[in-house]
């Protein structure tokens, strides 16, 4: 265990190579996934997912590490804890919630996962106020191979692959937080939903007579 942290340390600090191949971070296992809608007051979650496209080199290879930072607007959402997938069970000190407004996410694999669409993690959040956040997920550190193949001996860096160009691209993951209606609207909308269904009922009776009355 001690030689693989120290493996995935040693990785992590060494950029050896720059990777050409289609990679992204996605929300769902099929990348179809980028907002939610929530309220005041709600708990969500966040899934984080390596999608590869037009390659196997995770299906072959495998992902050794993992590690990206998320920035959010603070004055709508908190984020309250993240819980990497169990094939990353090395994570230091993720995740990292020392900053207002950014959380970090990193980890390790011991059997690194074979497949085009792994779970990195789950990230926790709350929602204090209305309004919209976007949760931008970039590259965890410009100086270090955070996305690692295990396609050893070359150790090959994914980040480049991901958030080119210069390491700036970010995936966008939009939270919009509805306030939670007040109790006086919602007696009111009742009142005039009873009232509009008794102005109905009294309406079909009269009919009912006239009718009766006719005959």
Known sequence: MRNVLFLFIVISFT???????????????????????VFVGD??????????????????????GFGSRANYNSTVIQATGATNDANFPIAGGSPDLSVNGQ???????????????IHLATLNFNATAAGTSVISFGDFDPFVSDFTLNDSPTFTDLDPSLFSPTLGF???????????????????SSALA?????????????????????L
């Open 43 to 64: 708990s969500f979650a966040v899934n984080l997912y390596l999608i590869e496209s037009n390659t196997t080199n995770l299906t072959t290879f495998g992902l050794l």
């Open 194 to 214: 009873l009232a509009f269904v008794m102005r109905r009922r009294r309406s079909c009776s009269k009919a009912k007579i006239s009718s009766t009355n006719g």
């Open 103 to 117: 959380i970090d996410v990193y980890g390790g694999a011991t059997s690194p996962p074979k497949m085009s669409s």
């Open 15 to 37: 950029k050896v190579q720059f990777a050409n191949a289609g990679f992204v971070l996605g929300f769902n296992g099929t990348n179809t996934l980028n907002s939610a809608n």
């Open 170 to 188: 970010k995936y966008d993951f939009t939270v919009k937080v509805a306030a939670v209606p007040e109790p006086s609207s919602l007696l009111g």
